[in-house]
């Protein structure tokens, strides 16, 4: 028999911000290079790399991802062109209008992917969860004083972490359209929103052991048993004559 309990539901949300961004560029080079040796040797991205250092961005955060060599033959490789995937990894947010304006006026460089860093997400989280056991502590003495009961304990605990995320990445459909730059004397525009907060959610879920409730104890036991007797003897009443 399951114990007598109370459940509790507990929701708790706090947004928070992002505090750096992930860079994904595609750089179109005029040669083929892989490893370590592109970032060295091929020209477009030493350029690309010497902009991001003047923009704050040291060379060690920038990391090739995968190169498209555009050739159909093994024997053209070396006088192929190539796609240089790159990452730029930890953007901080006020490092990022700077950055995203040296990419943009890089000939040949294209931003195809922008993925928000959430560093203090799982403190937060954890600082949910807190609240939400004292929460749901406090609701179940409320409803057990209320029903007349005590709570005993914990009897099943269970939580779910959701988050909303707003606008968390953009991913280029067509990367022509993803930075609508003008030049305006100084860094150009970025023509696209830079929404980068979520909500984080802590769904907790509670049940608490309470005590039976007052004169509820005789409910429990059986009632007297109405009808034959089932003890092998003979239930018809005897008459006196």
Avoid at 61 to 71: A, D, G, I, Y
Wanted: aromatic residues 4%; glycine residues 6%.
């Amino acid at each position: 028999m399951l114990p007598d309990t109370i459940s509790v539901r507990v929701v708790n949300e706090a947004e928070v911000d992002a505090d750096s961004a992930d860079l994904t560029v595609v750089v179109e080079g005029s040669s083929v290079f892989s490893g370590s040796e592109a970032l060295k040797k091929a020209k477009e991205l030493q350029a690309l790399i010497d902009a991001l250092k003047e923009a704050g961005v040291d060379e060690q955060r920038v990391k090739l991802r995968s190169v498209e060599v555009n050739s159909q033959t093994f024997a053209m490789i070396k006088t192929s062109s190539a796609k240089y995937v790159v990452s730029i990894k930890t953007v901080a947010v006020e490092q990022l209008p700077q950055v995203l304006g040296t990419v943009a006026s890089h000939k040949g460089a294209k931003l195809s992917r922008l993925t928000w860093n959430y560093g203090t997400l799982t403190a937060t989280r954890n600082r949910l969860r807190c609240d939400a056991l004292v929460q749901a502590i406090q609701q179940a003495r409320a409803d057990a004083s209320a029903l007349g009961v005590t709570v005993l304990g914990i009897y099943q605990l269970s939580e779910e972490s959701r988050g909303r995320v707003y606008n968390p990445e953009y991913i280029a459909g067509n990367s022509a359209d993803f930075l609508a730059v003008r030049s305006l004397g100084g860094l150009p525009e970025i023509g696209f929103h830079l929404g980068n907060s979520t909500t984080a959610t802590l769904d907790l879920r509670a049940k608490f052991r309470v005590s039976p409730m007052p004169n509820a104890e005789h409910s429990y036991a059986q009632e007297p048993a109405v009808g034959p007797v089932s003890n092998g003897e003979s239930s018809t009443p005897v008459r006196d004559h």
